[in-house]
């Protein structure tokens, strides 16, 4: 009988299977408590960055470090490589793998991507695949993969088509259409498409993809090779790699299925060519297998893979277990999300069933988000000055494109709605949060008049204004005759006229409220007072209505 390496998960230990949920559930102060490590007044509405771990596997992850310190030699030998499998076949019989070979865990989905993608940069690199021929992936990818791309893929003569998705988004029939397209523009010119990546649950904007029909048509497509991007999907949608078909799988662990960063799963499927796959970081367990070769690269910590059992515990403990942890999720943001869409009167980027744990809201076109750089700054802005940790995203429009309206024109940002239920603070307080760091969102008309008339007006408004310093707003404006002031604290001031709007920023002074408490104070003044709408200073913006 062939011996079995029990680096591969062949040796006999405890099962992996599901434990049975628990007859007593975890109640409201539990959760409290398990979160307690959490910002108490911090409304993190971004969980799909970093994820939340709670305090009982922070404890279990502790006791592996500790215990790891204490002697590590022994630790190496007899805990680290039997734990890593415990895991491992966990996580197989989450996802319906067939054998637990066919699952490796590394620390990201970025490592996942660097893992497929090295080996597509070969197999260009050594001749196997003409110059001419492609990889295909959605436009929205997350950044990190496309520079993997760029890294292995594009220098060793390899090309790239992207599928430009719609957005805001009405139904699963618009992306489906758009892959088509861009498989047979990927496949023009004798071309082939030697791997698709297809992302699970697109990161920004954030939208629920139908993964197992975009497999399926690149089965029927004769694309050789399909790598599913899931980032988030693990703990938030139902993960059966077997439906969805893939030959490449990853998701992250750390993003909604409660492990400590960081730490992710990557499906292999296995096949006569799965033996080519090599972690980037080469150690002494090189040419393994990819799961052996990923459980050891080298000391550091590996206790974020050694605590899945310790989470598969966490989780039994909520009515229903992932699964029901799964439509709440689901439920209390499509709730939440709905609540800000109407209060602000602007949409939802994508319809309810197309999102799982995050949902893409609009922002209010009054706010003029007109780059990635507004985005981020408005991010800063609520986060430092409200304590709302959430995602903002740009919407870019094509030539000729024209997105959603609300009252005041059309919609060019949205905010990221992520919020695990039941979570340490509650979801109605989250969404308090957000409407009122937005309602302190001031437009300031000023009169139509000449420039002179303009710079006393706003020195004026300084001087009546000084009481408040703490929350220095302010919107600097230099006229023709070089005479500047700034304005602090304004208020609404009632006029009729031709305006457009101003947006100072003067990044020298943001030491109390940061650059994004400046962005957000919108003033209008006369149009005829400017040349035309362009950058007058680095601190000085001009937007036209």
């Known amino acids: 009988m062939q011996h079995e390496d029990p680096r591969n998960g062949e040796s006999a230990h405890r099962s992996s299977k599901k434990p049975k949920l628990s007859s007593k559930f975890i109640t409201e102060s539990d959760i409290r408590d398990e979160f307690s490590h959490h910002h108490p007044r911090?409304?993190?509405?971004?969980?799909?960055?970093?994820?939340s771990c709670p305090g009982s596997v922070l404890t279990a992850q502790r006791h592996l470090q500790l215990q790891f310190l204490r002697q590590p030699d022994a630790f190496y030998f007899n805990t680290l490589r039997d734990?890593?499998?415990?895991?491992?076949?966990?996580?197989?019989?989450?996802?319906?793998?067939?054998?637990?070979?066919?699952?490796?865990?590394?620390?990201?989905?970025?490592?996942?991507?660097?893992?497929?993608?090295?080996?597509?940069?070969?197999?260009?690199?050594?001749?196997k695949f003409q110059k001419n021929d492609t990889v295909l992936m959605l436009h929205c990818a997350f950044q990190a993969v496309k520079k993997s791309i760029q890294a292995y893929v594009t220098r060793a003569g390899g090309s790239v088509i992207e599928v430009r998705l719609p957005f805001p988004v009405?139904?699963?029939?618009?992306?489906?259409?758009?892959?088509?397209?861009?498989?047979?523009?990927?496949?023009?010119?004798?071309?082939?498409?030697?791997?698709?990546?297809?992302?699970?649950?697109?990161?920004?904007?954030?939208?629920?993809?139908?993964?197992?029909?975009?497999?399926?048509?690149?089965?029927?497509?004769?694309?050789?090779?399909?790598?599913?991007?899931a980032a988030h999907a693990i703990g938030s949608v139902k993960v059966d790699v077997k439906e969805v078909g893939a030959d490449f799988y990853v998701s992250n662990l750390?993003?909604?299925?409660?492990?400590?960063?960081?730490?992710?799963?990557?499906?292999?499927?296995?096949?006569?060519?799965?033996?080519?796959?090599?972690?980037?970081?080469?150690?002494?367990?090189?040419?393994?297998?990819?799961?052996?070769?990923?459980?050891w690269i080298g000391t550091r910590d590996y206790s974020s893979q050694l605590v899945v059992p310790a989470v598969l515990e966490f989780v039994n403990r909520f009515e229903g277990g992932i699964d029901g942890i799964m439509k709440r999720n689901h439920d209390e943001v499509v709730k939440m999300g709905k609540m800000l869409?109407?209060?602000?009167?602007?949409?939802?980027?994508?319809?309810?069933?197309?999102?799982a744990a995050m949902i893409m809201v609009g922002l209010p076109s009054r706010l003029c988000l007109n780059s990635e750089e507004d985005a981020v700054t408005l991010r800063s802005h609520l986060r430092d000055r409200y304590e709302v940790e959430v995602p903002i995203f740009h919407q870019v429009f094509k030539d000729g494109e024209e997105g959603v309206r609300d009252k005041d024109g059309f919609i060019t940002g949205y905010l990221r709605m992520g919020k695990r239920a039941k979570c340490f603070i509650r979801n109605?307080?989250?969404?308090?949060?957000?409407?009122?760091?937005?309602?302190?969102?001031?437009?300031?008309?000023?009169?139509?008049?000449?420039?002179?008339?303009?710079?006393?007006?706003?020195?004026?408004?300084?001087?009546?204004r000084k009481e408040h310093r703490r929350r220095k707003l302010y919107?600097?404006?230099?006229?023709?005759?070089?005479?500047?002031?700034?304005?602090?604290?304004?208020?609404?001031?009632?006029?009729?006229?031709?305006?457009?709007?101003?947006?100072?920023?003067?990044?020298?002074?943001?030491?109390?409220?940061?650059?994004?408490?400046?962005?957000?104070?919108m003033v209008r003044i006369h149009w005829s007072m400017l040349d035309q709408p362009k950058l007058l200073k680095p601190w000085l913006w001009v937007k036209h209505v």
């Not at 637990?100 to 940069?121: C, F, H, K």
């Not at 139904?171 to 698709?196: D, H, P, T, Y």
């Open 42 to 51: 911090v409304a993190r509405i971004n969980n799909g960055s970093f994820g």
């Open 83 to 127: 734990g890593i499998t415990a895991s491992r076949k966990i996580i197989k019989d989450f996802i319906n793998a067939d054998h637990v070979d066919e699952v490796s865990l590394v620390d990201n989905a970025t490592t996942a991507a660097a893992i497929v993608l090295q080996r597509i940069g070969r197999s260009f690199a050594e001749g």
């Open 170 to 229: 009405n139904s699963e029939e618009e992306i489906i259409s758009e892959f088509k397209k861009s498989i047979e523009e990927g496949k023009s010119n004798g071309r082939k498409i030697r791997l698709a990546i297809i992302d699970h649950i697109t990161s920004m904007p954030s939208l629920v993809i139908p993964v197992k029909e975009l497999v399926r048509i690149c089965r029927a497509e004769g694309i050789e090779q399909v790598f599913v991007d």
């Open 254 to 295: 750390h993003k909604w299925f409660f492990c400590p960063p960081s730490v992710a799963f990557l499906y292999c499927k296995k096949s006569s060519s799965s033996s080519d796959l090599h972690h980037p970081v080469v150690s002494h367990e090189y040419g393994n297998g990819l799961p052996v070769e990923s459980a």
């Open 341 to 355: 869409a109407e209060s602000w009167g602007t949409n939802l980027g994508s319809p309810p069933e197309m999102s």
């Open 428 to 464: 109605e307080e989250a969404v308090m949060k957000v409407r009122a760091a937005f309602h302190g969102i001031n437009i300031c008309v000023l009169p139509s008049s000449d420039a002179c008339g303009i710079t006393q007006f706003l020195k004026n408004q300084t001087k009546k």
């Open 475 to 521: 919107a600097s404006w230099k006229p023709r005759n070089g005479e500047s002031c700034c304005l602090r604290g304004c208020n609404e001031v009632e006029s009729l006229g031709t305006y457009a709007f101003l947006l100072a920023i003067d990044k020298a002074e943001t030491s109390n409220v940061g650059i994004g408490m400046a962005l957000l104070q």
